[in-house]
């Protein structure tokens, strides 16, 4: 779905779909220089990263494998709580294995936080973060995330996998919806 099919549910776009693509091609770069010689294991959080995923994969010159988390974490509206319950484990023994976590968003990285000491007790070879978003508000909790898409504003965005009540993960950009939406 392209922005324009939003209409007025739009408020800006922050990200076009081209200009994710360009960035995750930067960071590919990055991780392959740190990965080209071992055998790395992403991990993705389901639903959000699912997109970033498919796309940072594919950017890569070299043989990758792959696994999903799914988690819930229980808190008020739009905020987390860092209070987390594993929906979907992953399939993979994580023990000796290089991983590198893959994310959509961190805003306040409670979430992330309580993943990353989960996959830290399995005793992998080692772990590492990326992420296409960070909000400032992330800076809050000491999460070490090596490779970062882009910082974005404190403002709530939906698309290429982001949700708002589930929807919107479609929308090729990323963006901020028009407070109307909400109400
Ligand atoms: P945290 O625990 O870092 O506060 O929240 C992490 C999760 O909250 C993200 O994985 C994502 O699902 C959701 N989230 C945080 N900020 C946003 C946002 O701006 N837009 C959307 N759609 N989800 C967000
Ligand atoms: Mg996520
Ligand atoms: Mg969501």
Redesign the pocket.
Known sequence: MDSAHLGDDLDHVLYTEEQIHARLAELAELIWADYHDKDVLLVG?LK?AVLVMADLMRALPGTVTMDWMAVS?YGSGT??SGVVRILKDLDTDISNRHVLIV??????????NWIRSNLLSRNPASLEICTLLR?PD?AKVEIDCKYVGFEIPNE???GYG???DEKYRNLRDIGTLAPHVYS
């Open positions: 959080v959000g974490s905020k987390s994310e959509d968003i961190i805003d306040s990285g409670l979430t992330l909000k992330a709530f965005v939906v982001l949700d708002y």
